[in-house]
């Protein structure tokens, strides 16, 4: 399972708030790494604030991470966890919130484990 990129939310053109449609099943991965990457933001005042959600159940969610807010195009954001089964639920997705006047952004959220049980 190592150096395979799991993707939460697929490199598109987002206007909106939303949340990745298919949760990630993390349960045989004991340490990953998680990526945000924002290749553009346009619009006025835009501003993306994107948190990784865990859940025991995938019904449940609760927020496990929150990315700092990106204004801007050309960042990469990363945070990664060890010991996953004592500190996130089976089940990892990604859920955003767009604001700003006419906002614009394309972004990805990606998992990569970096080493599984």
């Known amino acids: ?13 987002a206007t909106a708030s939303g949340t990745s449609s ?9 340490e990953i790494a998680t990526f945000l990457v ?7 005042s835009p501003s993306l604030t994107v948190t990784l959600q865990d859940s025991a159940d995938g019904i449940h969610w609760a927020n496990a991470y929150t990315f700092p807010a990106v204004t801007t195009g050309s960042t990469v954001l990363r945070a990664g966890w060890a010991d996953l089964k ?14 700003g006047t006419s906002p614009s952004f394309t972004f990805s959220v990606s998992v990569v484990p970096v080493s599984a049980e």
């Open 1 to 13: 399972m190592g150096n395979q990129n799991l993707i939460l939310t697929s490199q598109a053109s």
């Open 22 to 30: 298919v949760p990630l099943d993390v349960s045989l991965m004991t």
């Open 38 to 44: 924002v290749n553009s933001a346009s619009g006025t």
């Open 86 to 99: 004592y500190c996130i639920g089976r089940y990892l997705q990604a859920s955003w919130s767009i604001t």
